[in-house]
């Protein structure tokens, strides 16, 4: 598709489970990143892929979360044991070029998640 | 790190009136300055951007104005309608310029 999809677009888990969000950039964007958006608030970046370089973690807030992303295409987040404060919608963005930020980023619609 | 504040929190403007939106910054290197719009169940969208190399940018109803001494940037949105309801975000580079750091966002709501 022409933009960035992401799967599932709501899901609800137990306290504890592991869930997985799934983000299928733009075609060619060499640059990811996941974003968590907390109800009514900014936007808190969580980590960052470029190109075939280590991954920038340093916004994770905690262990139980991880993310790859294989092939310089699809990323995954992972969030183990999930916790009721991980409750957010989880947004993933690409961007073109090696300096990403600066051609601006093209966002997914998100995913909602709801720990109950 | 780059610190992004971003006024108001919330703004509601009659139809057809102007509304500004400001944000301060604190990377006196940060050179570049984009703005995001978000509807109710969406991801962000970029509606402009300016870089340091200019002092203003406008697009239709829409404008950005940069100022490097004061470190301070703002959105102009002219004869609002009600489709400019939304949630702004500013933004300025951070961690080495490889990724942006969000303002807290303006609720914005046009009045018809």
Do not use: M
Request: charged share 20%.
């Amino acid at each position: 598709g022409a933009g960035v999809s992401q799967s599932p677009s709501n899901k609800v888990t137990e306290k504890g489970k592991d869930v997985e969000l799934r983000c299928d950039p733009i075609s060619g964007h060499t640059a990811l990143y996941w974003y968590r958006q907390s109800l009514g608030q900014g936007l808190e970046f969580l980590i960052y892929f470029q190109g075939n370089s280590a991954p920038d973690k340093s916004g994770l807030p905690s262990d139980r979360f991880s993310a790859e992303r294989t092939g310089g295409s699809v990323s995954t987040l992972t969030i183990q044991r999930t916790q009721q404060e991980d409750s957010a919608v989880y947004l993933c963005a690409s961007s073109l070029g090696g300096q990403g930020w600066t051609y601006g980023y093209t966002f997914g619609s998100g995913t909602r998640l709801t720990v109950v | 790190g780059e610190n992004v504040e971003q006024h108001p929190s919330t703004l509601s403007v009659q139809e057809g009136d102007s509304a500004v939106i400001k944000c301060t910054y604190s990377d006196s290197a940060s050179n570049y300055f984009p703005w995001y719009k978000q509807e109710l169940g969406k991801g962000p969208q970029l509606i402009i951007d300016i870089r340091s190399n200019v002092g203003e940018k406008k697009d239709q109803r829409i404008a950005v104005t940069l100022n490097k001494t004061a470190k301070h940037f703002s959105l102009h949105i002219t004869e609002t309608q009600p489709e400019d309801s939304a949630v702004y975000f500013c933004a300025a580079p951070s961690g080495g310029y490889q990724k942006v750091t969000f303002g807290t966002g303006t609720k914005l709501q046009v009045i018809p």
